[in-house]
């Protein structure tokens, strides 16, 4: 455990994390070689249209206020572009968040043009237009890793895609995903100059566990709660009152992660969701979770 998390509440008690990291040693040296395995082959893969988007769909939402006050229909548009992939894959050789079996498709990309991104973008949104009869009023862009990590996404194809979706009355929530370290005061501020006066931008940020122990060792999410910590009170001091109302975090829960028993995942998903009010007090910043159920799917 890093020694700047040493100090965070601890959910399991420690002859429980004993026995979980027996189990880590025994099982990491596999599970290390297969993602490296798997990595390589998703770099091999075919080409790739990156004109096209990734994909596109639609699902359920929290509905969201308009401009008039009225609360909107409860539809969120899903969108994601091909771009290299997530930094944090790279440079663990694809080993990546415990959980993440993503960005293999892209594995191989280097480069891809922001023109080529900005129309991929362009036509996922036309796509689920076309699909639902309306744009929905909530989308998000969450191709796999950072869209704030200017090596993943430009800010020339953050302009250009932000400016889509300033264009289209419809929209009215734009939210994106981002590891902690790639989000600025500064570039909140640009972004959301960009938007309407009357949309608003959301940032969804992988914290998964506010327990260090399963955060850095079953999770190995690569960064600590303190460093998430100190980088929500940096933005919540760059930010005016103005820019807050227009702004907010949604962090991601993984429910029942690898180890974890039942009684063990609900009392950390528990303990996430009085931790986001902390938070939200703290900074002045709206917060959200998103409970991720953990699934197991093609490749792993
Ligand atoms: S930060 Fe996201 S995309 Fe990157 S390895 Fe972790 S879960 Fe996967």
Redesign the pocket.
Do not use: I
């Given at each position: 455990m890093s020694l700047d998390d040493q100090n965070k509440t601890q959910l399991l008690p420690e002859e429980r994390q004993a026995e979980i990291s027996a189990l880590l040693r025994s099982d990491l040296p596999e599970r290390r070689a297969s993602c490296r395995k798997i990595w390589e082959k998703g770099g091999k893969a075919k080409e790739i249209d990156t004109r096209k988007p990734a994909w596109a769909t639609f699902a359920t939402a929290n509905p969201v206020r308009t401009k008039d006050g009225a609360k909107s229909i409860g539809v969120r548009g899903c969108i994601a572009i091909h771009k290299v992939p997530?930094a944090?894959?790279i440079e663990t050789h694809g080993e990546?968040?415990s959980h993440?079996g993503?960005?293999l498709d892209d594995a191989g990309l280097t480069y891809v043009p922001p023109a080529d991104q900005i129309y991929a973008a362009g036509t996922a949104i036309t796509n689920i237009t076309n699909a639902l009869g309306y744009t929905p009023p909530v989308i998000e862009f969450i191709p796999?890793?950072s869209s704030l990590n200017d090596d993943e996404i430009s800010p020339e194809a953050r302009t250009g895609i932000f400016e889509i979706a300033a264009k289209n009355d419809a929209i009215i929530k734009f939210a994106i995903e981002s590891?902690p370290q790639y989000i600025t005061a500064q570039e909140i501020k640009r972004l959301l100059s960009l938007l309407r006066d009357d949309q608003s931008l959301e940032i969804y940020i992988?914290l998964e566990s506010t327990d260090p122990f399963v955060l850095n060792e079953i999770i190995k999410k690569g960064f600590t709660i303190s460093q998430f910590e100190n980088k929500i009170m940096e933005i919540a001091e760059g930010l005016t009152p103005e820019e807050k109302k227009r702004f907010s975090f949604c962090t991601y829960h993984l429910f029942k992660p690898p180890y974890l028993g039942e009684k063990e995942s609900i009392e950390a998903a528990v303990a996430m969701g009085s931790q986001i009010k902390e938070y939200e007090a703290k900074t002045g910043i709206h917060f959200s979770v998103k409970y991720e159920p953990t699934v197991i799917s093609d490749t792993t």
């Open positions: 997530c944090y894959k990546g968040c993440c993503l960005s796999d890793g590891r992988g």
